[in-house]
């Protein structure tokens, strides 16, 4: 019966050693190797600002003339880039990737666009946004992530 026990602890001791030494790898410390990616739920579903859900857009893709000239230009879409241009002409403002993500959020969590929100009161938000009263063409795709899209066109 020792000999049983003893053989036991012996399979138990190397088994719990084995298993301690599972990430001896060479490549363990290796800084360039790729760790597991960890998907929330959310996430997958679109629950982060970088699937879009934060916004509650993937594509935001918006143009205003004034007086005939090239006003705003800003764009937004969600992929595995993770895009994002705002231009300014009144400003002098002309940003790409992480600034003008930045510039793009203030406007976003400002104005909170949702699907359900009526055109006019969107150009509305926007032109506040901008600070402009009027404009010559004013052009807006958005695609919700509900699957809703709008298509805003209107020329004065």
Known sequence: MKINVKVGMLFLFAALILGACGNASENADDPKRED?????????????????DGYGFN???????????????????????????????????????????????????????????????????????FGLDTYTKFELEINYDDGTKVDIEDRK
């Open 36 to 52: 597991a990616d960890i998907i929330y739920k959310d996430e997958k579903e679109g629950g982060t600002l970088e699937t879009g």
């Open 59 to 129: 594509k935001f893709d918006l143009e205003i003339e004034v007086d005939g000239r090239d006003t705003i230009d800003a764009e937004y879409e969600v992929d595995r880039n993770h895009k994002a241009k705002y231009v300014n002409e009144l400003a002098g403002i002309n940003l790409e990737g992480a600034e003008a993500f930045n510039k793009l959020d203030e406007m976003f969590t400002k104005i909170m666009l949702e699907s359900k929100t009526s055109q006019q009161d969107v150009i509305d938000g926007i032109m506040e946004w």
